[in-house]
């Protein structure tokens, strides 16, 4: 089937199987690596990428589901000129990451939650960051991120 | 945090990670990134047996699905192995091991085994034909309970007729007689058994590997998402008979390991197999289903520990039976994970040596297990914590009183232990005292007498552990005594190139650690340059060929180390170039800041750059010296690194629902200098919370029948942000008297310390209602069902 998708501000118009996944077209026909592949049951949150403004699972959704959405991967957050999204600066400046792997879908959940409450507390991060799975940080550094972000 | 006076600069300073911007922006790329032209795709078929014989297997239909290359059954494969699977650790002379094969031939002996597999153009093409592959399994018994496995009532595997793989005793000459007369004699003593369940490791990247052939020129290129690229290019030469100097192990970026990527796997093997007999590479990235099933798991014991005290509550004698779960066959250190243990079941007390240990291994029909973050240490220090607590509820004190009472003395370090370990430097009272201010010990106690009330359903406890990390692996004699089938050294190379910038090249293979970091931050310091002029080699056996990799909280202490080293013999080098064109003698020279001086003349002065320049024009350069500044070490550590601490944890029951509230969590370690202490606090918070997360949520729970029941994250419990607290730090620094950094190991101390802090908690909070002991993980339901118990209810 083809689809049309716009992924950081550029259109993608591809033929794509019915049952592939939309992180399997980011990843393997968009070649956009940056969105990592975590578990298989959409528990993890590592896939996490923004469609048309909102935090999703791109494991979740089928690639002909994204037909004519627009969306943003980790690889759209920081500018052209290379300064990092205010949440990237923040997970560096607060080490909220260690080996890496969840953090695009950290980075892109934790934006989604700062756009719909800007002012979290702590408790509301922790809450609104439960659909992410981190094995390295223990999350306090994360949190510790967003709230930094949440501030500046 | 700040360093001792006799260090200043950039060491200890909290300098933000380099590894970042390329990880939080997409740019790193893991193995299961790479882009490779060609690749054919690799699925294994895995049994949903247990343990069954496998009849027959017919791949014809598989193989001509569309897109598919081949299918092979084990048998198939059969001839390409030049041995088994390896394991690099026989413990004892006579230990049991059943030939282990990429793919299993004539009997499957857990759910995952891998029984055939299928190349195909695409993932999904390779996944299809898996359906289509006919195999006949005859069941056949499965064996999943530790003593149900030691009584040989089911053999697993014919060829070694036993269950049972090893036992392995400590041999104390002066404990013979001793410890029991230390038991007749005690005024108090107790006797526990503790469940160590299986965990699952879980590190968000599942395993990817890609193999990369040269069919003409002959040379093979692996990459893996592993933390030990070094131990895999060696293991993958014996097993496949590739010539090693033929083979090149890369580890790109990877997310995660905590022992689970510390191995060698049949998917690394049959990729590198599959690459050399197609002539095509070979990927596979594991399914994280897949992966809680066939990547190995962690934990696994039951413990039986025994303490003896005399009236004052200190320790007189210690003893110690385990029975160690191998799973159903012994992967690359299997069998060592309870010897690491062994050594620590005293904890951090002083004890005579008095001290009798033995494990027996027993294999099961599941997953094997292997080194878990800590790998035997959190074992050892839950027993040993969790029996402190029953034997100051048995004597009727505090028990931080009673662990005060048998704290290994500051002034007696270094200390040489009951094992005959010599304990490098400790100050267990100055950690205690830090981490019951910051918790408010004395005014939580006071606190509990006022809610802890008859019939109150909140109730508040606190628990304590102290612990010490033998970390470091580690110093190769010792390994040896252990039998472990290789050193525990550490190699690196420091290169400054003619315009001043340095290059590093280390054995260490970091997935998360921040090497790249740390590592410039030493050279900094030696080298007088900036952090930033400093390059980090490594994971890669072509431009890192010497290496023992990244495990066992040994990078700093034993990879860190060895790179200050070649730091001074460079220095040693620059400072002959040096002293030669300022005439003077080298030993007149000082270097610091980055430039050599003449002493007392300070006007005759050159800096490393230009030093760097002359070594690489090499015209005027001392008689018989070499071009180039550039030195190597092979450091082999005198010792362990001790790290020691104290936390506590501070937690509300509901006695109502067995919910458990973790109210706060202080986290006090010692683990000497710190090169970063921004690192050094990540690894506290993520160790403590994968400690926390064994007492509170993890398990993987196999039915009687050995299957799996929480082969995916929807059913085992990695906790999220919301399940878990905040981690309050606090540091004391007692830098290590064994190396020139005095640094030790970080990266498990939290995971050996959390676990008995967190159950010591929720017991000392059901003290009041007759609770003794709390299993693991101690669910809502777990810990209503044994409050309920020691209420005399039905359970």
């Keep these: 089937m083809e689809i049309t998708v716009t992924i950081n501000g550029k259109s993608h118009t591809a033929d794509v199987e019915p049952r592939t996944l939309l992180v399997q077209f980011i990843r393997e026909q968009v070649g956009l690596t940056g969105t990592n592949i975590g578990c298989d049951t959409s528990s993890c949150g590592a896939c996490s990428v923004h469609v048309d403004g909102e935090a999703a699972k791109s494991c979740t959704l089928l690639a002909v589901q994204a037909d004519g959405s627009s969306i943003t991967t980790i690889e759209g957050m920081a500018s052209a000129d290379g300064t990092l999204h205010p949440m990237q600066q923040a997970f560096m400046e607060n080490h909220g990451l260690q080996c890496g792997y969840c953090t695009p879908g950290m980075v892109m959940a934790a934006t989604s939650l700062l756009a719909e409450n800007p002012n979290p507390t702590e408790e509301e991060v922790r809450i609104g960051l439960e659909g992410n799975l981190c094995r390295c940080t223990g999350y306090h550094n994360i949190v510790q991120s967003v709230l930094a972000c949440a501030k500046s | 945090m700040t360093m001792t006076d006799d260090t200043t600069g950039v060491l200890g300073q909290r300098l933000l990670r380099r590894e970042d911007p390329a990880l939080l922006t997409g740019e790193a790329r893991y193995t299961s990134d790479l882009p490779i032209p060609g690749a054919l795709h690799l699925a294994v078929l895995r049994s949903p047996y247990a343990r069954a014989r496998i009849v027959s297997v017919d791949t014809s239909a598989a193989a001509s699905m569309p897109g598919v290359t081949a299918v092979f059954s084990g048998a198939d494969l059969a001839d390409t192995w030049a041995g088994p699977m390896p394991c690099a650790w026989p413990v004892t002379e006579d230990m049991k091991s059943p030939t282990h094969y990429p793919l299993a031939v004539g009997q499957a002996n857990y759910v995952g085994d891998g029984v055939a597999c299928v190349l195909a153009n695409s993932a999904t093409a390779a996944r299809d034909a898996l359906d289509a592959i006919e195999v006949e399994y005859e069941p056949l018994e499965a064996v999943i309970d530790l003593e149900d496995a030691l009584s040989d009532r089911v053999v697993i595997h014919d060829e070694i007729g036993t269950n049972r793989s090893y036992t392995w005793d400590l041999k104390i000459e002066e404990s013979e007689g001793q410890v029991d007369q230390a038991f007749a004699d005690a005024a108090y003593s107790v006797k526990e058994r503790y469940i160590q369940q299986r965990l699952i490791p879980a590190a968000m990247e599942p395993r990817a590997v890609a193999a990369i052939p040269q069919p003409f020129g002959g040379d093979m290129t692996l990459y893996s998402a592993t933390q030990v690229p070094h131990i895999l290019k060696v293991m993958t030469a014996l097993t496949l008979g590739i010539p090693e100097h033929q083979l090149r192990v890369v580890a790109p970026a990877v997310g995660g390991g905590f022992g689970s990527k510390l191995n060698v796997y049949a998917e690394e093997l049959l990729c590198v197999a599959l690459a050399k007999r197609t002539g095509s590479p070979v990927r596979w990235t594991e399914t994280r289903s897949e992966g809680n099933q066939a990547t190995i798991h962690g934990r696994g014991q039951i413990q039986d520990i025994e303490l003896a005290a005399d009236s004052d509550g200190r320790l007189t004698a210690v003893r110690v039976r385990l029975i160690g779960d191998m799973g159903a066959y012994l992967q690359l250190v299997t069998p060592g994970v309870p010897l690491l243990g062994a050594f620590l079941y005293a904890g951090v007390y002083e004890l005579p040596k008095a001290y009798d240990f033995s494990c027996t291994s027993v294999f099961t029909n599941m997953t094997p297990t292997d080194a878990y973050r800590g790998a035997g240490r959190p074992e050892a220090t839950y027993a040993i914590e969790r029996a402190m607590d029953a034997l100051a509820a048995e004597i009727g004190i505090d028990p931080l009183e009673l662990r005060r009472r048998n704290f290994i003395p500051t002034a007696s370090y270094p200390y040489e232990a009951m094992t005959g370990l010599v304990y490098d430097s400790g100050d267990h009272d100055r950690a205690a005292t830090l981490a019951a201010e910051m918790i408010d ?159 007392g003349s300070p006007d005759r002065a050159m800096p490393l750059a230009a030093v760097a320049f002359e070594a690489f024009t090499a015209h005027n350069l001392p008689d018989g010296l070499e071009p180039n500044l550039e030195a190597h070490t092979t450091y082999d550590p005198p010792n362990f690194s001790w790290p020691f601490g104290t936390h506590m944890c501070l937690v509300e029951v509901d006695t109502e629902t067995g919910q458990v509230d973790v109210l706060k969590y202080v986290a006090v370690d010692d683990c000497g200098n710190q090169v970063n202490p921004l690192i050094v606090d990540g690894q506290v918070h993520g160790g403590v919370v994968q400690g926390l997360a064994q007492a509170l949520y993890e398990e993987a729970v196999y039915d009687a029948d050995g299957n799996l029941q929480t082969s995916t994250l929807a059913e085992y419990l990695v906790p999220a942000a919301s399940d878990v607290p905040a981690i309050d730090t606090g540091h004391t620094i007692t830098p290590s008297p064994t190396n020139q950094l005095g640094v030790k190991g970080i990266g498990e101390a939290g995971t050996i310390a959390s676990t008995p802090a967190v159950i ?30 020691a209420q005399g209810g039905q359970q």
């Excluded at chain 2, 315009?499 to 030493?522: C, D, F, L, R, Y």
């Excluded at chain 2, 202490?557 to 005439?583: F, M, N, P, R, T």
């Design chain 2, 441 to 599: 010990y004395a005014g939580v106690r006071a606190r509990q007498e006022t809610q802890n009330v008859p019939g109150a359903t909140k109730r508040l406890g606190i628990g304590v552990s102290t612990y010490f990390e033998m970390c470091g692996l580690a110093p190769s004699r010792v390994l040896a005594s252990l039998n472990y089938g290789a050193g525990g050294w550490e190699a690196a190379t420091v290169r400054v190139l003619p315009t001043n910038k340095i290059q590093v090249v280390t054995g260490t293979a970091p997935h998360g650690q921040g090497h790249e970091t740390a590592w410039s931050m030493i050279v900094a310091e030696k080298m007088g340059v900036s952090p930033d002029d400093v390059d980090v080699l490594h994971s890669d056996t072509a431009i890192a060929p010497l290496g023992l990799d990244t495990y066992g909280s040994r990078s700093l202490s034993v990879g860190g180390v060895a790179i200050a080293i070649a730091c001074d013999k460079v220095i040693d080098k620059a400072k002959q170039i040096a002293a030669h064109q300022l005439e003077a003698n080298p030993d007149d020279l000082e270097f610091s800041g980055g430039e050599f001086r003449v002493a």
């Design chain 2, 760 to 789: 010591n908690a929720i017991v000392d909070a059901l003290s009041g209602l007759g609770v003794r002991d709390v299993k693991m993980p101690a669910s809502p339901n777990t810990v209503w069902r044994a409050i309920n118990e």
